[in-house]
């Protein structure tokens, strides 16, 4: 079973609205969370990066909230543009055996943005 | 400021075949990685390096070599091309490997589409 579930595993909708993802997670113990945005046929793109003591972090019109103790995420998306056609990735940082941390990459989110 | 460079962006391999993906990073970062990309599967960490001399293995190493001559360039080697390395290669910086601090996040290149026939 995957460490890091996204939901939904994709979604379409209308520029200039507004879209929520979902991120789940059982990685234990908890380091960091970030999402990442992916362009068709590019490398990832950081978007965010929170800690466990942290609960939102924006960047521009991306938010990002996390909850540690039900170990879920969300990343919204306000007024959405057709260049936010992406995979939205959430990937959590745990401490394996030795304190090396380690990053578990969930599958995306595929969001399309239509006019 | 490049950021990281990858080449070649695309290549088809016979199997048996050898070849060297090329990363470079001009950011002065200590840590580089390997990841490779299957369809509807998650990043998976090849190699990683810790500082120019220093690599270790991530999740799935076998069939590949890295090598951290310089701080500045990590290749990955294929010495025997299979049909399973059929993916999308991503080189990866990072100012740390927690990259937890101040908000560092890891900078990709934009990848390297390999086929093996």
């Known amino acids: 079973k995957n460490q890091v579930e996204q939901s939904p595993q994709s979604l379409i909708i209308l520029e200039g609205k507004n879209c929520t993802l979902q991120c789940n997670y059982t990685v234990s113990p908890f380091s960091n969370l970030r999402w990442y945005k992916q362009d068709t046929g590019r490398g990832p793109v950081s978007l965010t990066i929170?800690?466990?003591s942290e609960n939102t972090k924006s960047n521009g019109r991306y938010t990002a909230t996390l909850d540690a103790d039900t170990k879920q995420s969300s990343l919204h998306i306000t007024a959405s543009q057709l260049s936010d056609s992406a995979s939205y990735i959430c990937v959590v940082s745990g401490r394996n055996a030795g304190n090396n941390r380690k990053l578990i990459w969930g599958l995306g989110t595929s969001l399309a943005v239509n006019p | 400021n490049a950021g990281v460079t990858q080449t070649p962006k695309f290549r088809i391999l016979k199997i048996g075949q050898s070849m060297t993906l090329q990363c470079a990073q001009d950011m002065n970062h200590n840590y580089m990685y390997w990841y490779r990309q299957d369809p509807g599967m998650g990043l998976k960490l090849i190699y990683y390096s810790v500082g120019a001399g220093i690599t270790d293995k991530g999740e799935v190493p076998n069939g590949y070599n890295v090598s951290r001559s310089t701080t500045e360039d990590f290749p990955l080697r294929l010495e025997l091309a299979a049909p399973s390395q059929t993916s999308v290669y991503f080189c990866a910086s990072s100012y740390s490997r927690t990259a937890a601090v101040a908000n560092y996040g890891y900078t990709f290149g934009s990848g390297t589409r390999l086929t093996v026939v």
């Open positions: 929170m800690t466990f």
